[in-house]
């Protein structure tokens, strides 16, 4: 099965600077990556994913990179802010064309994101 | 918007007991996705449903079952509870299609005593 792995598991930055954290996979076969972000006591909250046909999604401050080569793929974090603080998991998937839906996702360990004001 | 309803958000239970929990998909979604999730850990896929039918399988143990309705809500009937079992259950759901977006609930944190 899919294995995901992620780093760092804690990562202190400055306000205003950047934030990068890392994933890599094992199964070729996986084609949707998202990235999560989960505060205390709530659900994981999608804020960007890709997919394997592209190489480079930007959203605002926040964005995805994809290295399908290396099977891996990271996210960027630019002018980070306090409310930025909180726990960042990436995943992959492997996605079932119409007629049998998706396979469940599987997550990296999770990267606890601090903001330093 | 509508987002993933999850009911009870907490349950407490004692060892051996049996517990249900609940989920109501984002409107029109047609799967649904079970995760467990430890304290301090990443989550875990359980079993996943797309149109009632179960379409892909975790770490789901054999003293769990689940199953979607036809109104697309689904349940997770957990029995003979460990302790081990304590951990927040999140239910996601999505849209069948080439590429899906699973959207999260707030989750239900299950405590066994």
């Known amino acids: 099965g899919e294995n995901v792995e992620q780093h760092p598991s804690t990562l202190s930055v400055q306000e205003g600077d950047s934030a990068v954290i890392k994933c890599t996979y094992s199964?070729?076969?996986?084609?949707?990556f998202p990235w999560y972000k989960q505060e205390l006591g709530k659900g994981p909250q999608l804020i960007i994913d890709?997919?394997?046909?592209?190489g480079e999604k930007k959203d605002q401050r926040i964005a995805v990179t994809l290295n399908k080569t290396a099977k891996h793929f990271s996210l960027h974090i630019t002018e980070t802010q306090p409310e930025d603080s909180a726990v960042y998991f990436c995943?992959?998937?492997?996605?079932?064309?119409?007629?049998?839906?998706?396979?469940?996702?599987?997550f990296g360990k999770g990267t606890h994101l601090i903001i330093q004001p | 918007a509508a987002g993933v309803i999850q009911s009870p958000r907490h349950l407490i239970k004692e060892k051996r007991e049996t517990a249900t929990l609940k989920c109501y998909p984002i409107p029109r979604h047609d799967t649904v996705y079970w995760y467990q999730q430890g304290p301090g850990q990443d989550p875990q896929f359980l079993i996943s449903f797309y149109e009632k039918m179960q379409s892909d399988k975790g770490s789901i143990p054999d003293r769990f079952s689940a199953q979607q309705f036809s109104d697309y809500h689904s349940e997770l009937n957990m029995s003979s509870l460990e302790l081990g079992d304590s951990a927040l259950y999140f239910c996601?759901?999505?849209?069948?299609?080439?590429?899906?977006?699973?959207?999260f609930g707030q989750g239900t944190r299950l405590t066994v005593v």
């Open positions: 199964d070729s076969a996986s084609n949707y």
């Open positions: 995943a992959a998937s492997t996605t079932v064309y119409s007629g049998g839906g998706a396979d469940g996702l599987t």
């Open positions: 890709i997919r394997s046909n592209v």
């Open positions: 996601a759901s999505s849209l069948e299609g080439e590429y899906t977006e699973a959207f």
